[in-house]
Every structure is written in C-alpha cells, then in structure tokens.
C-alpha cells in the first residue's frame, strides 16, 4: 500500500519541479570551493540506506509503523498505569 | 555548589570546547567552515539535529512540565517523523542536488534574488532575536537557583560557544554536538536511576509510576479533537508536522546541519534516525518529571520551587502571609504521605475498591494543594510583581536539594551543554546567512575562499555579540518560552509559505510569491498585534496566506516566466 504513496508525492514532486538540466538564473553550487568531482556522488539511490532495507520507501514506511507502533505503546503504558 | 561539582562543571565544558576546537583545527575553506566540508556520517547529521533543537529548556521545563501537567506534551512531536518523510522525498534531493549552502539559496534558482534576500533577513531577524532568548532563559534558570549574575552568565555561556564556533564553524559545532547529546542522555538515565534510588525502600519504579498514573500525571494519549486543546494526538499530527516541517526544512539552523552528511543518503538516514529517536527521548525527559513527581508524594516538596522568588518576599511585609501558606502546604503534605502508601499496598494486592476510594482522597488532597500553591503564587506575584510560574525550576531545585556532590555539577554542565548546543547551530547558521546570501551574492562576489572564511569568522563574532546583548534585553519580555514560540510563529509561516510555493506550485512566478510574502507577513504580524488568534495558529495562517496570496496575484497579474529561470 505504501508505494503507491510514495511514487504519487514523488512523482508530484519531479512534475512541479523545475527541471535541473535547466539554465538556472543562479550558478548552482555558487559558493562551493570544491568542484564537483570533489564531492560524494549522490545519486546512487542506495547511498546511507541501512543494509537490512531494499529501499528509502521501505525506510519511511518503518518510521510511520514505528510512530504508529509508538502510539499504541504510550496508549497501553497510559491504561496500565492509571 | 560544591567544589567538587565546580571540577565537574569546569572539566566537562572544557572537554567539548576542547574537543570540537581539536577536530576542527584544519585550515578551513567555506565547505569546511559552513558545512563541515559535507563529510558528517548519518549519526553525526541525526545527533546534529537533535542536540541543535533541544536547548537547556527542553531539559529544565520538560520535567516540570511533567510533574504539574503529565505525559501529554509528548504527543506534540507526533507530527516529527511524518515532517522527516517528507524532508528526506522532496528537501534533501533539491538541496542536494543543487549544492545549495543555505535553504534560501534554493529560492533564487527558483524565483528571483530579491524572494531569496526576503527570506533570508526574515530568517536572520527571528533567529538572531531568538538566539539571544536561548541564551537567557538558562541564564535566568541559572542565575535563580545557584545566585550566580545573570549578565555574566549571558557573557560566558555565550561567549564560550563562540569561541569554538569561529574558530572550528560547522566541524566545531558537529563534534561538540556528537560529545553533547551523549554527556546529556547518559546523565539524564543516571538522574533517572537516582529518582527511583531517592524513593523508599518499600517503593519500586512500578508503584511509582503506578502512583503517578493513579494521580493523572501518566496521560500521554488523548485521542479527542478539540481545538482548544494544546495537546491531543491529533494537534500532533497535523500542527505538529506543519511546525517540523517548517523548522526543519527552512530554518538554516537546522538545514546546515542536514547539509553537513557526507552524501544525500547520509542526510535522508540522519534525518530519519532523528524521526525515529526524538519520540522515545522526549517521552524518557517527561519519565524523569513523572519519577520527580512520585518522589515528591513521599518527601513534602517546596511550595514554591524558585527560591529566589521566596527569599524576595520573605524580606517583604508578606513573609508571615507566606509562612503561614507554607505551613497549611506542610500539613496536606503530611496528610498526603499515609494515603499515597495507601494507595501502593493496595495496588499491590490488586484491591480495586481501597485503589478508587485512595485515588480519590488524593484527588482532593492535590486539588487543596493546588489552591495553596494558587494562593502563594498569587501573594509572590502581589509582593514582587515578578514571574510566579516556577515550572522551569521544579527539576533543577530537586537536583540540587538530592542529587550528591558531583552530579549536580554534572547536571549543570548538562543545561548549559544544551543551550551551547543550539546556540552554536544558530551562529553557524547566521553566519552563513549574512556571508552567503547577503555579503559573497551581494556585496563582494569574486573574492577567493579565505576572504569568506574571514567573513564567516568576523559574521559568526558579529552575530554572538548581538545574540549575547538580545539576552541581556531579554527580560523585558515576560515567559521566555512563549517569547521565543512567538518569534518563531511570526515568521515561521511565511518562509515555510514561500517553500511550499517553490515545491509545489510550479506555475507560481517570482514576482507573485514576494508580494504574496509581504502581504502575508502583514496579515501575521497584524492577527499577532490585534490578538485575533492563538500565536501557535499563525504558522498555518502565514503559511496558507503565502500560498493564496501568492496564487491569487499570479492568476490576476501574470507574470511571463524570463527563460533564465528555473521556472
């Protein structure tokens, strides 16, 4: 259920953005002293993701269960104890 | 204090600043200075994020908060993890990809120099206002409950962060933060341990908590919708994600900490680690007021816990008024201490009818003893006229009055460690302001990196002196902690406005979205000056304002999108 979710505010997301490869009014990367080659690549779509998850949606869908999961946890330390 | 909590206090300050100077003795370039050369691992980026939004309130009021209004205010940062979601799908990537030194540098690319210039001063004006009220509120907790001078107080503690933020900017201020958070967090588990170690010996941490539950204070879930109500799962959710998302994503303070991971990943994976953990270490600060509370159920607590305040009206004509509210304070809490043991023998053998029949006797006993601390602070504020709202002192003067020699100055370094903490995330964050999108995009654009530096350095020392004076002002502003959540309110809106225009509404040009801001702001700042609304509503008032205005202006003047631009 949750990578429809993901894809439809990704994909809202790409669409109502201004392409990159676009001149920019701006210099990107402006005030870098470094040049790109310098820095850490980015784009690997695995890059800092824990090694026990196949994806970033897989990520924020273990933060929302963990909040859910959270939730109910207080609820019944609240019940036990008042 | 001790003089052995003064070696404590001394050696731990002196073992961050040290430390964070050290590894952050390198020649530096702007990357290095502003955003730690982008080299911070995820748990830097999530302790990073963490020890720049606890200040010393979080770790002075949160207990009192506890122990006078229960576990509820855990359910504001519901809101937090859902906000770091969408931080890490549509922020970071834009950021990112775009190698953007500061949040605002995004918003030229996208409309046009002038919005950036707009919401970078907004930025600069509440975050340079509500640094300075940062540095005072511990100043004044401090300075209440140990006598020291507040304006001293002020000069060092934020003189201290200075001096390792100019001299190591953001690599200084991640390392400090990593050394920070886990002096904090471990001293916070041992203060913990000693509350549950100070209860009698026939008390467990079970009946503690029981008798807490039992007394109201373990209300950490309210499912209802009630407006009116601060804190409910549901003001959570909704107006705890709008306010995350605003401060995480468009305040610099803490976008120059995200920005600091080594790789994109590296900032998406701190950014939800910090959504994973802020919950649980929130709901572990409120335990620490909960196990206070209990303590105090068998150990009669002051009547009023800023002594400073008592000491004053003591010398005043009121003092036998006191004495004797004191005195009616003493006999409902010897009163109270038979029932309460009570109350856990009956909890122990499970004997629902003597449960009911104790909880309501206490009921009535903490309803008296709310009606005599109403009265005292009613006579305080009658004899001098000063604040009488003594939450912020509860846990600190239980510190003092329990905890042995050493931990108190450990204690001690604990507040000032997190003011440092969020103070120092500030001036980086400032700095790179001024120098980024005020002095390299206006002023001089072609000068070579060490110049910036320089600048970066001579901002960071320009805005720690205006930050150290704001605090001397500060306490002409009444509550400190409505003060700094008034600042943040007025402006917080209208930024998170101006992204959400930038992210989302594609057909939005430059020219709508800066007067949309302006008039945006205006509305904000009159709602706040006519008293039309509760402050916290102005965030998703100014924030739907810039969209509507912003939209509205675009439909009736369109404006042509000049090919340079992003848009």
């Known amino acids: 259920m949750e990578k429809p979710f993901y894809f439809c505010l990704w994909y809202y997301t790409q669409a109502h953005q201004p392409p990159l490869s676009a001149t920019p009014a701006m210099n990107i990367k402006e005030n870098s002293t470094l040049d790109s080659s310098g820095l850490p690549p980015t784009d690997d779509p695995r890059d800092g993701l824990p090694p026990f998850l196949n994806s970033w949606a897989q990520l924020y869908t273990l933060m929302i269960g963990t909040l859910v999961t959270l939730i109910i946890l207080f609820y019944l330390f609240m019940t036990h104890f008042q | ?567």
């Open chain 2, 1 to 567: 204090m001790n003089y052995l909590d003064w070696i404590v206090l001394s050696l731990t300050l002196i073992f961050v600043v040290s430390y964070g100077i050290y590894r952050s003795r390198e020649k530096h370039t702007m990357d290095s200075f502003l955003l730690a050369g982008k080299s911070m691992p995820w748990y830097h980026v999530t302790l990073s994020l963490m020890a720049t939004q606890a200040s010393a309130i979080t770790f002075l009021s949160a207990p009192g908060q506890a122990y006078t209004d229960g576990m509820r205010f855990v359910q504001f940062y519901f809101g937090l993890p859902l906000a770091m979601v969408v931080l890490c799908i549509t922020f970071v990537p834009k950021f990112s990809q775009l190698k953007v030194f500061t949040a605002y540098e995004f918003l030229e690319g996208r409309f046009d120099l002038r919005t950036r210039a707009l919401t970078s001063f907004l930025f600069l004006l509440q975050r340079g206002l509500s640094t300075g009220l940062s540095i005072y509120a511990p100043s004044l907790i401090l300075s209440a409950i140990l006598g020291w001078d507040i304006t001293w107080t002020n000069i060092i503690s934020g003189g201290i962060v200075m001096l390792y933020t100019i001299s190591g900017g953001s690599q200084a201020v991640s390392h400090t933060h990593l050394q920070q958070m886990a002096i904090i967090t471990i001293s916070m588990v041992v203060a913990g341990v000693m509350v549950v170690k100070f209860l009698p010996d026939n008390v467990s941490f079970t009946d503690a908590l029981h008798v807490a539950g039992k007394m109201g204070k373990v209300n950490l879930i309210d499912f209802t919708f009630d407006l009116n109500n601060r804190y409910n799962v549901w003001s959570g959710l909704i107006g705890g994600f709008f306010l995350q998302l605003s401060y995480f994503g468009t305040d610099q303070s803490q976008v120059g900490r995200f920005m600091t991971g080594s790789s994109q990943g590296q900032s998406k994976l701190g950014l939800a680690m910090n959504g994973l953990l802020k919950i649980p270490m929130q709901f572990l600060i409120l335990l620490v007021g909960v196990l206070v509370f209990a303590f105090y159920q068998f150990t009669a607590p002051p009547l009023f816990f800023n002594k400073t305040v008592v000491d004053n009206v003591r010398a005043t004509k009121y003092s036998a008024e006191y004495s004797a509210l004191e005195k009616k304070h003493e006999e409902i809490q010897a009163e109270k201490r038979p029932q309460v043991l009570a109350l856990t023998d009956a909890l122990r053998r499970g004997d629902e009818q003597a449960i009911e029949a104790s909880r309501k006797v206490l009921s009535q006993m903490e309803a008296n003893v709310g009606h005599v601390r109403a009265d005292a602070q009613s006579l305080l504020s009658k004899a001098s006229g000063g604040d009488t709202n003594d939450v912020n002192y509860i846990f600190l003067r239980f510190v003092i009055d329990y905890l042995p020699v050493g931990m108190v100055g450990l204690l001690i370094a604990v507040i000032l460690l997190a003011s440092m903490g969020s103070v120092a995330a500030a001036y980086n964050s400032l700095a790179s302001c001024s120098v980024v999108d005020i002095y390299k995009r206006i002023l001089r654009k072609d000068n070579d990196s060490h110049d910036y530096v320089a600048a970066s350095r001579w901002a960071t020392f320009f805005w720690g002196i205006f930050c150290i004076v704001v605090a001397q002002y500060a306490s002409r502003l009444g509550s400190m902690i409505e003060a700094v959540n008034i600042l943040g309110s007025l402006f917080y809106g209208v930024i998170l406005g101006i992204f959400l225009v930038a992210f989302y509404f594609r057909k939005i040009n430059s020219r709508a979205v800066f007067w949309g801001s302006i008039i945006g702001e205006v509305f904000v700042v009159t709602s706040y000056i006519l008293d039309l609304t509760a402050f916290l509503w102005l965030n998703l008032i100014g924030c739907v304002l810039v969209i509507a205005f912003a939209w509205m202006i675009e439909t009736i003047w369109p404006q042509r999108p000049s090919s340079g631009k992003l848009a």
